[in-house]
């Protein structure tokens, strides 16, 4: 026993005098590697002492003998090189007192720290890479097997525990080196944001380092150095920079200024992020820019006078609202705050438009051009002097040019600087349509705008110039909100179109009515279609007519030349194109017809209900036309144009016919009085006096004297007669349109007139829907019946609350609803 005792303990002592000796050999090649004296040694035999330890079970003081020898090489040798390099201005920047030095010397001297840092850094990867292969099977077994970091990781570990986390023996504070290099690096970015040069390279390396080393051996990738400790210090000296710079541009710049610094920020900070530090960090300093550069003060630079969105958009600043549109997309997806101004300014706009037209003195005002009465044959009349009513039509189209071409503004704005963003197209076209609708005569100007460029406005125009008209046209249909008042106004400007023969071109009318129907749905046009089939099938009525006039035998020369309309009363607007309001419809269509034109009339209603069993045929007086061959007498006494008989042709309202008829029976010389016109044809009151105003006091075609002769409209107690001594240069004369055949603006009478007939029309709506959604429903609470009702006709009006309580009144009266008692909520039932 005794002897095995002395035989283990002679091996234990020979054991440790073969680590020492290995380990001398291997401390002493490490000094030889740190020390760049390598070329000499045998990594070979340098191996095998590393291997003979691991073998021999004594790894864990080999991998403790190597950490030692590190650590007092960094503190022997690498420490007080790096100590040299922090000054005590280094010191002072670090520590938030101000430089004494200029920005070239602390370039200078950081620079020189960042230099020494790096070299330590490189020299220590070096070294340890060769350390590790001389000590790779220890790597390999011990730390394997005890699960320990490998010597490298050990000496990543070593590096920042007693390189960057060493204090400052010389320092009264507890700086360490760590302090100096965030703050070094700091320094150097802030000098390159205010515009000078620096080593990106140099700082780079350094990043690279930081990226390399983490909080623990571990090596988690969220624990880097870079993350845990310089990236902090970084976002927070840059919040700060920036918090700064932006207070600094609102004090001093512009929003021009404003957006272009910020956007040279953010460019600067990627390519910071890809040369100098890590693009690790790329997202969250584009964030730290985008709070304090952007969102702290947005709203101020946005309300900046004279440079602010409202200058941007009055002056086309398309390149600031470009970029303002990019940077407010940063921060914001939905783009309220770029949303809120845009709406803002479209409405500001938009009611500058409404109050000028509101505020409008027509009587000042260039009158809008009339429908062409040039006579054939002849020069142009005399225009004569513009009234009100002309005058506020040419309003009324320039308020609506001057809405379209704001709307071409935002438009062209939309697509240069906004990216079409569907976003702020929504809050354009909700803007657009709030101050449209906010204008009482919104429906009616569109109608007129409508109406002049399918008169006039397209003569001329290419195909795709028609077609912008067109979109032009429906955009500001789909605007409208009270689209069944602008039906009304619709149907009543293409009547007269179609009626006077004014449409430039029907192709283009049924385009038009083609865009609004897949714009507001059948219903709307339907009536318009009517129409324009009642208008096709009066072409094939009159040809029809007058081949059968033709074979019935014999050609009477006096045969009048019949050119018929055949109008469905329930698609036309009959109230709205002349009619007497004030009269029955018998009595309103009862005129005393010459005897020729009874005679005419008999013959074609013959013709037309030889195949239409069953139909009624109204003759209509005040629509119409009627060609009227007038002869002049020479006048006895007169030489040049009155010294010989004068052949006209007149062109005069229906009305116009009946009323000239009367004066062939008349003997020379010889008056009716307005009384007697009237008692003879039974044209209402109103009628007769502007037909007889147009025949007896404009001069082109004066045919008639009038009694007293002023220039007043006739009234009872005038006298008219034929004037022989009318002349004309043409041949061919069309008497001025009256009232009633061109479209104008209404009167404030006509416009209460037709917004009570249009509220009437509305009532029955109402009915109708309330009663189709009880039929359904069987029961529904006040509440609920409210909001169906108002979903169901919002697409053609917005229904007035009082209204539609009034007309559950009425439908309660009429035994169509009653109240459910004792309900909880008014409720109300329907009743079969």
Known sequence: MADSTSSQGIVGHGENNDFDAMWDLLRSALREIHEKNASKLSFEQLYRASYKIVLKKQGDRLY??????????????????????????????TMGGISGTTANERRTTGEDFLKGLKASWENHITVMNMTTDVLMYMDRVYCADNRKASIFTTAMGLFRDHILRSPLVESESNLITFDILNSVILDQIGMEREGDVINKHLIRSCIYMLEGLYESD???????????????????????????????????????????????????????????ISMLTSQKIAKV????????????????????????????????????????????????????????????????????????????????????????????????KPNTASKATAAAIKWVDEVLQLKDKFDTMWKKCLDEDLILQTALTKSFSDFINLFPRCSEYVSLFIDDNLKRGIKGKTEAEIDEVLDKATTLIRYIQDKDMFERYYKKHLARRLLHG??????????????????????????????????????????????????????????????????????????????????????????????????????????????????????????????????????????????????????VPTYGMVILLLFNDLVDDASLSFEEIQEQTNIPTQDLSRILFTLSVLPKARVLTKSPANKEHPKP???????????????????????????????????????????????????TVIVRIM??????????????????????????????KRRIESLIEREYLERVEDAATPTYRYLA
């Open 64 to 93: 403790d003998r190597v950490k030692e020898f590190e650590e007092q090489w960094f503190a022997m040798q690498v420490m007080p090189s790096i100590r040299k390099l922090i000054t005590n201005n280094l010191v002072n920047i």
């Open 218 to 276: 571990d090596e988690n990738e969220n624990e880097k150095l870079y993350l845990t400790v310089f990236e902090i210090e970084f976002l927070k000296a840059s919040r700060t920079f920036y918090h700064n710079e932006c207070i600094s541009l609102l004090r001093d710049s512009d929003a021009s200024t404003w957006l272009r610094q910020t956007k040279k920020r953010f460019l600067e900070e990627e390519a910071r992020c890809q040369t100098t």
């Open 289 to 384: 820019v985008e709070q304090e550069m952007i969102s702290s003060h947005l709203q101020e630079f946005l309300a900046m006078e004279g440079s602010g969105i409202k200058a941007m958009i009055e002056n086309d600043r398309h390149e600031d609202l470009s970029l303002l549109y990019q940077l407010v997309s940063r921060v914001d997806s939905s783009k309220e705050p770029l949303k809120n101004a845009l709406q803002a300014r479209v409405v500001d706009l938009g009611s500058d438009i409404n109050k000028a037209i509101l505020n409008t003195d027509f009587s000042n005002l260039p009158a809008a051009a009339e429908d062409g009465e040039t006579a054939e044959g002849g020069d142009k009349a005399k225009t004569p």
């Open 502 to 651: 004014k449409s430039e071109s029907a192709e283009v009318e049924k385009q038009m009515i083609s865009r609004m129907k897949l714009e507001i749905g059948n219903a709307f046009t339907t009536k318009l279609e009517g129409m324009f089939k009642d208008m096709n099938m009066s072409e094939e009525l009159t040809s029809g007519y007058r081949t059968y006039i033709r074979n019935l035998g014999d050609r009477d020369d006096k045969q009048i030349d019949l050119g018929i309309n055949v109008l469905t009363t329930n698609h036309w607007p009959m109230e709205s194109m002349g009619s007497n309001k004030d009269k029955s419809e018998d009595q309103r269509q009862n005129c005393n017809w010459p005897a020729e034109i009874i005679a005419l009339q008999e013959s074609f209603k013959a013709y037309y209900l030889k195949e239409r069993n069953g139909r009624t045929l109204t003759w209509s007086g005040f629509l119409g036309n009627a060609d009227i061959r007038c002869i002049f007498p020479r006048i006895p006494g007169k030489e040049g144009v009155l010294g010989r008989e004068r052949k006209h042709e007149i062109n």
């Open 717 to 767: 107690g005038d006298k008219f007669a034929f004037n022989k001594a009318f002349t004309s240069k043409a041949v061919k004369i069309k008497a001025p349109v009256i009232s009633g055949a061109v479209s104008k603006v209404e009167g404030e009478d006509e416009r209460k007139e037709t917004e009570d007939r249009n509220d009437e029309h509305r009532g029955n709506v109402i009915d």
């Open 775 to 804: 039929k359904a429903r069987k029961e529904l609470t006040h509440q609920l019946l409210f909001t169906e009702v108002i979903s169901q006709l919002s697409q053609r009006f917005k229904p007035d609350l009082g209204m539609m």
